[in-house]
């Protein structure tokens, strides 16, 4: 079964700086996804970065990476050059190949300081 | 905005009451996904439906149960609703079976009294 741990339920930026949101996982899978999904107020969960665990190279958009350590089960988010828009619950979320659910970690409130 | 929409936005039922959920997905989406999402919590997976068959079900009772139909549209019935039922229910939808993407909806703010 799959776990996804994220042991910062708090963090904060300061605009225009990086910040870099934690996220492990547990699977006896192979092959799966990790996703980094953000949470507005509004409450629309918005995709903002996917990798997939047979690609070695790290997922980028944009303004957002990811360090994707596959053997250490780890995928953090790096946001760099924070907007005040960037401000909501970030969740670590990973789904198997082989079946369709998705687990999310329990997430991490992002604050941006002006 | 994601092409996803939900309905309704807020609602308020009494213990031991049915409560349906509607859930409208982008055109071409044969893929559904429900999931509670309890205050403070990330969200938890339900079930998921593809082309109007259940694809795989969460550690939820029979009581929660779902329908999709041609036209994009899907809905997740809860019977002898719980205190605990209360919860923001997400949907969201894919065009591929694996649900390689996800677009979400705004979800519907459930609170059981």
């Known amino acids: 079964a799959q776990t996804v741990t994220q042991s910062q339920p708090e963090m904060s930026v300061q605009e225009a700086e990086t910040v870099t949101l934690s996220c492990t996982y547990d699977?006896?899978?192979?092959?799966?996804?990790l996703f980094w999904y953000k949470q507005p107020p509004s409450r629309q969960m918005i995709l903002v970065i996917r990798q997939e665990a047979y690609k070695q190279q790290n997922a980028t958009e944009n303004r957002f990476s990811v360090n994707f350590q596959k053997a250490a089960k780890s995928f953090s988010l790096k946001i760099s050059d924070s907007q005040l828009g960037d401000a909501a619950m970030y969740f670590c979320?990973?789904?198997?190949?082989?079946?369709?659910?998705?687990?999310f970690g329990a997430g991490t409130r992002l604050t941006v300081k002006p | 905005e994601t092409g996803v929409t939900q309905s309704p936005t807020h609602l308020i039922k009494t213990r031991g009451q049915q409560v349906t959920l509607r859930c409208s997905s982008q055109s071409g989406h044969n893929t559904v996904s429900w999931y509670q999402q309890a205050l403070g919590q990330g969200p938890q997976f339900i079930f998921q439906?593809?082309?109007?068959?259940?694809?795989g079900r969460g550690n939820f009772p029979p009581r929660f149960s779902g329908l999709q139909f041609p036209n994009y549209s899907s809905e997740l019935n809860v019977n002898a609703l719980e205190l605990d039922d209360s919860a923001l229910y997400l949907c969201?939808?894919?065009?591929?079976?694996?649900?390689?993407?996800?677009?979400f909806g705004q979800g519907t703010r459930l609170t059981v009294v």
């Open positions: 979320a990973s789904r198997d190949f082989s079946n369709n659910d998705m687990r």
């Open positions: 699977t006896s899978e192979s092959d799966y996804y």
């Open positions: 439906y593809y082309r109007e068959e259940e694809n």
């Open positions: 969201a939808s894919s065009w591929d079976r694996a649900g390689t993407e996800a677009f």
